[in-house]
């Protein structure tokens, strides 16, 4: 078979067992490993496409395409490559050759998908990050007034780390934490500005920003309660479509230690109120439409003691025909799971519980 015919059949899947270099989390296309230039310890920011088939580290520009993986990891030259793949596979078609040969720090990289769909790095690397940056901001007197309607204390406030957005002197932070060792390549919020490729982090919302963590404690990514907005007020911080930017995915908050009974809500500031109030854990889904997340969390908090799950979703919210396919859903994952599930239902006057529970606590009623 000649050479050019080889084309379109192999593809970076193929060659990264080969390599020793780990599979991609369940059937996801783009996943990070550690980059062989610039990582240490536990770290992965080298981004490998699998529908693309390229490579790139947003931290130092290794990249490249499959050719290049391959002869980086094998120490194979260039143009032995083919040859030595075609040996190690058998007799299959090998895809497409790449012109992006690119080693640790040689030139500049190319612009192969900048613009492209990068997944999240690891929860730590997260949580390192958005500690410090919010370690760098503070908390307007606004901001503060409404976290204290809702029934939130001074100090409650304080140690959930809610912050105001960041309005100005983004590259600064983003320098700062560099310059502390923190990584910002893929981290939701963190892309390069387009001019002078410098660091920097999404600012064009003035907001509430509120930790999502997980039932470890970890600060996973961050939502946005947005001012003066009536529609969609909750937004995750995101900087997809952003150069060397990183989408934000549906992660579930939890307010409180992993328990036999939880509940669970839609939002996380709602989480934290209720779990304040109540001194209930709080599982909190971003909507009855994704699920995903929660699905592959429950065996997790099952192992952790976890058995009944009561549902707090807002009663306006559930009266919706549009969600209510949604929340069967929602109760059926829980029922196959062998999860026990129950429904809190509160006085309709009150759009969620937090609401209701607030109301009862200043009327000094027991609620929940
Ligand atoms: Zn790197």
């Known amino acids: 078979m000649k050479d050019y015919q080889w084309a379109d059949s192999t593809r970076m899947a193929d060659?990264?067992?080969?390599?020793?270099?780990?599979?991609?989390?369940?059937?996801?296309?783009?996943?990070?490993?550690?980059?062989p230039c610039c990582d240490s310890g536990h770290k992965k920011h080298l981004n490998i496409n699998l529908s693309k088939d390229v490579f790139r580290c947003p931290r130092c520009g290794f990249s490249g395409g499959m050719f290049d993986l391959y002869g980086y990891y094998t120490g194979?030259?260039?143009?032995?490559?083919?040859?030595?793949?075609?040996?190690?596979?058998?007799?299959?078609?090998i895809g497409k050759h790449s012109d992006s040969a690119n080693a640790c720090a040689a030139g500049q990289p190319p612009d192969l998908y900048a613009h492209a769909d990068?997944?999240?790095?690891?929860?730590?690397?997260?949580?390192?990050?958005?500690r410090a940056l919010l370690g760098m901001l503070s908390?307007?007197?606004?901001?503060?007034?409404?976290?204290?309607?809702?029934?939130?204390?001074?100090?409650?406030?304080?140690q959930n780390g809610y912050r105001t957005t960041p309005v100005a002197g983004v590259k600064a932070l983003a320098r700062k934490l560099m310059a502390e060792g923190h990584y910002l390549a893929g981290v939701p919020g963190f892309f390069r500005d387009e001019n002078d490729g410098a660091w920097t982090f999404t600012h064009n919302m003035?907001?509430?920003?509120?930790?999502?963590?997980?039932?470890?404690?970890?600060?996973?990514?961050?939502?946005?309660?947005?001012?003066?907005?009536?529609?969609?007020?909750?937004?995750?911080?995101?900087?997809?479509?952003?150069?060397?930017?990183?989408?934000?995915?549906?992660?579930?908050?939890?307010?409180?230690?992993?328990?036999?009974?939880?509940?669970?809500?839609?939002?996380?500031?709602?989480?934290?109120?209720?779990?304040?109030?109540?001194?209930?854990?709080?599982?909190?889904?971003?909507?009855?439409?994704?699920?995903?997340?929660?699905?592959s969390l429950l065996p997790e908090l099952m192992a952790e003691g976890a058995?009944?799950?009561?549902?707090a979703f807002d009663m306006d919210f559930l009266a919706s025909h549009h969600v209510q396919r949604g929340y069967s859903e929602l109760v059926w994952?829980?029922?196959?799971?062998?999860?026990?599930?129950?429904?809190?239902?509160?006085?309709?006057?009150?759009?969620?519980?937090?609401?209701?529970?607030?109301?009862?606590?200043?009327?000094?009623?027991h609620a929940v």
Not at 118 to 130: F, G
Not at 214 to 243: C, T, Y
């Open 15 to 35: 060659i990264i067992p080969l390599l020793g270099l780990p599979s991609p989390p369940h059937g996801r296309s783009s996943y990070y490993v550690p980059c």
């Open 76 to 93: 194979v030259r260039r143009e032995n490559v083919l040859e030595d793949m075609r040996k190690r596979l058998g007799n299959v078609n």
């Open 118 to 130: 990068n997944p999240p790095t690891d929860v730590e690397t997260r949580d390192a990050t958005y």
């Open 139 to 158: 908390l307007a007197s606004d901001h503060t007034d409404n976290l204290l309607q809702r029934g939130l204390t001074r100090e409650v406030i304080a």
């Open 206 to 295: 003035r907001g509430i920003l509120i930790p999502v963590r997980d039932h470890k404690g970890r600060v996973q990514g961050l939502q946005i309660r947005r001012d003066n907005v009536e529609k969609r007020k909750f937004r995750w911080v995101s900087s997809a479509d952003m150069p060397d930017g990183c989408r934000a995915e549906g992660w579930v908050h939890i307010a409180g230690p992993v328990r036999e009974n939880m509940l669970l809500t839609e939002g996380p500031m709602k989480a934290d109120v209720i779990h304040y109030l109540t001194g209930h854990t709080v599982i909190a889904v971003p909507g009855v439409h994704s699920l995903t997340r929660l699905e």
């Open 307 to 311: 058995k009944h799950i009561m549902t």
């Open 333 to 365: 994952m829980l029922h196959d799971r062998g999860l026990t599930f129950g429904t809190y239902v509160w006085h309709p006057e009150y759009k969620g519980l937090d609401d209701y529970v607030w109301q009862c606590l200043k009327q000094g009623q």
